[in-house]
């Protein structure tokens, strides 16, 4: 218990100083009661918390939350209540980051690991085609970078409530690829995936991609390498339920050439996002359900992955309060729609492998296939 405590203590302390940093990004978010209620002064927050159904009222109303029964509605409220204080205590220990009312403020942590990340958790073994990224010169990287700036990244997207994050990670990484090799972005089909990426030998792979029930992106490069590649969103829908499988190998319009895991080193990650495009991570999301915005840098976080997402840039920029001066960041798009986080996406301390997020990060290159 000590070590916490003085934690606890430590994360007070900065508290006040963290809150300085991030007020202009709370005002430029939103002035909404569900953000402020949680990132205030100790006393106003203690007083929001005992107005909880005044809040609940507004979340209802702002993400169109309706439930059943008047039980359902109590449960509800209930969790609402414990994560309102989930989140108060997630912003002392992660204060270069906004917590607070997200749409997910009405789920356990087990109902939204289950509904909304998708990443197997077991250590699988790569697919045979998997190759080691090979070393990239440094020394001339830019000090920000952005693929968004570029046309390299497709709208934000939404995977609703199934297990397919390892689907939208694949095909972001695919999408960057192959606007790389043709200039050219296109949306491409993350049901193809849910629906038809199931054969594979768990001798070889460990586990095999399973749609809503979750899956891995090296899986998912594997599978597209073999059948010759993906549909687009437009051709092949998606659907966010696992389904019957209705690929049309004539309406292949982009296609794996080889991909590589890439090393646990930040400087190399860098390099390959910069030279190859959007690279596909895993990264473990206990602090994505209340995030909002800002940069996360929590003070503890696990690095067993449960959550795939898409490295698309990198900053200089990002408050670190613990160290008193900026740090980098990575930028991550996240598949949980626009209304989550910074207009979908997701800033991580960068450089120490925090949540995980510098341990499974594959890239991809494109070939570009004419549809028939």
């Known amino acids: 218990m000590a070590p916490f405590s003085f934690l606890s203590l430590l994360s007070l ?53 309706t439930y059943a029964t008047q039980e359902e509605h109590d449960h509800r409220f209930s969790v609402f209540k414990a994560n309102l204080r989930r989140a108060k205590r997630h912003q002392l220990l992660d204060p270069s980051a906004v917590h607070g009312v997200t749409k997910f403020s009405d789920l356990t942590p087990d109902e939204f690991e289950k509904r909304h990340l998708g990443l197997h958790k077991q250590r699988l073994k790569l ?84 749609g809503c029930d979750g899956g891995l992106m090296n ?45 646990l080193d930040d400087d190399q990650i860098a390099a390959n996002l910069v030279k190859h495009g959007p690279l596909a991570v895993g ?27 898409l490295l698309v840039g990198y900053g200089a920029a990002g408050y670190a309060p613990i160290r008193l001066k900026e740090k980098p960041y990575w930028i991550v798009k996240n598949s949980w729609g626009e209304s989550w986080g910074e207009k979908g996406y997701y800033k991580i301390c960068r450089g120490r492998n925090v949540c995980g997020v510098e341990s499974m990060v594959s890239t991809v290159n494109a070939i570009h296939v004419t549809s028939q």
């Open 13 to 65: 302390a900065l508290l006040s100083s963290a809150l300085a940093s991030t007020e202009s990004f709370i005002h430029e978010v939103t002035d909404d009661p569900l953000i402020r209620q949680v990132v205030s002064d100790g006393t106003e927050a203690v007083d929001q918390l005992l107005h909880a159904e005044h809040h609940f009222s507004l979340f209802k109303a702002k993400y169109g939350k």
């Open 219 to 263: 899986n998912a490069f594997e599978y597209t390498l073999k059948v010759g590649g993906l549909q687009t969103e437009k051709d092949y829908p998606y659907t966010g339920t696992n389904g019957v499988c209705k690929f049309d190998k004539s309406k292949i319009v982009a296609s794996v050439s080889n991909f590589s895991v890439v090393s």
């Open 127 to 210: 697919p045979v085609d998997a190759h080691k990224a090979p070393v990239l010169p440094t020394n001339d990287l830019p000090t920000d970078f952005d693929w968004r700036d570029h046309g390299a990244v497709t709208d934000v997207k939404d995977q609703g409530s199934c297990g397919s994050c390892w689907s939208f990670s694949t095909t972001g990484a695919l999408e960057g690829a192959h606007y790389l090799a043709t200039g050219e972005l296109v949306s491409l089909s993350e049901q193809q995936l849910v629906d038809c990426d199931h054969e594979c030998d768990p001798e070889e792979y460990g586990s095999c991609d399973a």
């Open 283 to 309: 990264i473990n999301a206990a602090w994505m359900q209340t995030y909002i915005g800002g940069v996360s840098c929590p003070y503890i976080c696990g690095r067993q992955l449960d959550h795939g997402v």
